[in-house]
C-alpha cells in the first residue's frame, strides 16, 4: 500500500500560478496528477517515471509542469498561466509498474485530493 498526501491547492485567478506537492509513503516506479470537475470523469493531467520522464495532457502542455524529488517520494505540479477551465479537484496518484497511460483506471493508488479554483 502506498498513503499519499496532497497539499496546496487553492484559489487563483486567471493567469496566476499554483504549485501542488504529494507526499508518498514510499517510492513508486510512476507518479501522477489528474483531476476532477463537477460532473465530468476524471481526466490524466501529467504522469512521471523513475526516469523523470514526464506526459502531459494537451490541455496543459506548456503551461504544467511536472517534477518529483531526488527520493522520488514526493511530487510537484507547477501550474502556471491558469485558467478557469483548469478548475477542479486535484489527486495524487501512484503505480508501480511503468507509465504507458494517462487513464485513471490504470493507477491503483490515489490521495484525498486538493481543491484548485481558478477565477476569471
Known amino acids: 500500500q502506498v498513503q499519499l498526501v496532497e497539499s496546496g491547492g487553492g484559489s487563483v485567478q486567471a493567469g496566476g500560478s499554483l504549485r501542488l506537492s504529494c507526499a508518498a509513503s514510499r517510492y513508486t516506479y510512476c507518479m501522477g496528477w489528474f483531476r476532477q470537475a463537477p460532473g465530468k470523469e476524471r481526466e490524466g493531467v501529467a504522469i512521471i517515471d523513475n526516469y523523470r520522464r514526464a506526459r502531459y495532457a494537451d490541455s496543459v502542455t506548456g503551461r504544467f509542469t511536472i517534477s518529483r524529488d531526488n527520493a522520488k517520494t514526493t511530487l510537484f505540479l507547477q501550474m502556471n498561466s491558469l485558467k478557469p477551465e483548469d478548475t477542479a479537484m486535484y489527486y495524487c496518484?501512484?503505480?508501480?509498474?511503468?507509465?504507458?497511460?494517462?487513464?485513471?483506471?490504470?493507477?491503483?493508488?490515489w490521495g484525498q485530493g486538493t481543491q484548485v479554483t481558478v477565477s476569471s
Open positions: 496518484a501512484a503505480r508501480d509498474v511503468p507509465c504507458d497511460t494517462l487513464s485513471a483506471g490504470a493507477f491503483s493508488y
